[in-house]
Structures are given as structure tokens and as C-alpha cells.
């Protein structure tokens, strides 16, 4: 069965909260409100495998200058398949006029984020109030 990729922000609580748990990602534990996040979202892309959720990266954006890439998972046992940079490319090209494509990595996917054209910002931190974890 093949990957497929689907431009939608309508998930059910559960398929959100199993595609997050399964990467341990502490957002999972609000389900509710990750589904109101995707439908609140500038864009979503999605993953799916049959029709389990596999992945997903949205998009925060201002609409003209600014794209915010704020989540981009991929469940662990599709991970190393070439389904995050799919999704990360589907999100460039939609963005491609934009001044400015901004995300958060992870200490350890910093490679696969260079390695989809992101570089590390000079002169300044990302900064956060939060009660998540990861």
C-alpha cells in the first residue's frame, strides 16, 4: 500500500491523538484542542496510509510574508521513508513567495531540517511559555 497525501484539516480526536502519542509528543494528551489547532491552521498536509493518519505538518501564517511550520510528525514505524521531506516540500512549495519560513527543531533533527534548505538562525533564540513538554 502507498502513502498518500491529502490536504485537510478535518481529523477526528483520536486519529490526532494516536499519531501524537506514537511519537511521544505531550500535545497528544490534548486531543480536543489539536483538533481545533488543525482547523485553525493557515494549511495542513497530511500522510495517511490507508486510511490510518501516518504524518502531518501544518502551517501558522500571516498570509502574505510569514509561514510558521509548527508541527511535523511522522509516526515511528514510517519514519526514514521520505514521508517528512514530502511533507516539508509540499509545505515549501505552497510557501515559496513568502519572505520568511520559520520553524523549531528539535535539537536532534537538525540535520534533516538543513538538509530540506532551513539554517540555523544567527542572533537570536526561540523563546517560550509553555506547560508542554515536547
Request: glycine fraction near 6%.
Amino acid at each position: 500500500m502507498e502513502i498518500t497525501y491529502k490536504t485537510t484539516k478535518d481529523f477526528t480526536v483520536e486519529q490526532l491523538q494516536d499519531l501524537f502519542l506514537s511519537v511521544k509528543w505531550s500535545s497528544g494528551n490534548y486531543p480536543d484542542k489539536l483538533q481545533v489547532a488543525m482547523k485553525n491552521s493557515h494549511s495542513v498536509v497530511s500522510a495517511w496510509y490507508g486510511e490510518k493518519l501516518v504524518g502531518l505538518i501544518n502551517c501558522l501564517s500571516d498570509g502574505a510574508m510569514t509561514a510558521y511550520f509548527h508541527y511535523l510528525l511522522v509516526r515511528p514505524e514510517h519514519q526514514n521513508q521520505g514521508i517528512g521531506k514530502e511533507l516539508v516540500n509540499s509545505m515549501l512549495k505552497s510557501y515559496e513567495k513568502y519572505a520568511r519560513k520559520v520553524l523549531i527543531a528539535y535539537d536532534t533533527e537538525i540535520g534533516f531540517y538543513k538538509k530540506c534548505g532551513f539554517d540555523i538562525g544567527e542572533a537570536s533564540t526561540p523563546m517560550f511559555i509553555t506547560y508542554l513538554t515536547t
